[in-house]
């Protein structure tokens, strides 16, 4: 009876793993078969290679136009979140994010929400251009809500216009204090909020504080964290799932129907949805902080 051949678990040349990586300094977005090729070995074996050097291929990062000083910012914000949330320090907070979304009174004023197709060379028709907003402009619904990275969510706050300062404040005063007093407490949270303007306003900041509110600063935040913010991504399906519902040719009659639409829709998506994206929160961070997302 003869034994049974044994496979060789022993990893590839380094001298091998070596030149591979020498090439990739020449062209970093070589492929198994063009590195197998130069080097004259089978594409298996550079995979190998790979998998031994620990190369890792990074691709573009879903943050548009993410400029290098913008990146390092990325990281150093995430970096300061986790500190300050380290469970291994007995800073074991919660992060409470909020986001504010606008959506057009009229389904037919999102001017993003229409297309056409088109042969090569030929030119868009007037009516799919999107002309230059002259005077106030179309009106939206504004809803603010606020969600701590446990999957918690306060009730939103709905009216009609823009984000202002006077409207950010009546949110936290009316809104995120006492919903924060209520599911946590005050010394067990770190307020997250985004980089919109009116939430840096010296009145706001100064409510915080006299509130005894932690938050991050506006030098500590970054942008282009949106897929780091679970918040962002349930808005995104409300809003969505709104699209859906209501459709072009139709619309709610007044505030209070849309808030009546707006609130189920919210509630529907966030009991299916909060709870699985912020399972992964602190891990988005950290790859944030490893450039990997």
Known sequence: MSPKNNKTT????????????????????????EISQSLRSSPALIKRCFEAGNLKYMGNLRAPRCTYDVMQRRIDAAEGILRRTDPSQDYNKIVVMDKETCIPVD?????FRTGCWLAPGQPVP???LIPRMRGPGPEYYMIWQAMGSDGSYSPAFISIGKMK???YIKCLSEILLPWIEKQYGKDNVLFWPDLTPCHYTTRVTQFLDKNNIDY??????APKLTHARPI???????????????GRNSQPESLEEFKKIWT????????????ELCSGFRQ???????MEL
Do not use: W
């Open 10 to 33: 022993a990893g590839p040349d380094p001298a091998l793993v070596a030149r591979v990586k020498d090439q990739l300094k020449r062209k970093p977005t070589a492929t198994y078969k």
């Open 232 to 246: 962002e991504t349930c808005s995104e399906i409300c809003k969505q799932t709104y699209s859906t519902r209501i």
């Open 107 to 111: 389904p037919n004023d999102d001017h």
């Open 126 to 128: 007037l009516e799919f």
């Open 264 to 275: 189920d829709i919210n509630k529907d998506v966030m009991e299916k949805h909060a709870k």
């Open 216 to 221: 991050v600063t506006k030098s500590d935040n």
């Open 284 to 290: 988005n961070l950290l790859s944030v902080t490893r």
């Open 165 to 167: 300062t006077d409207i």
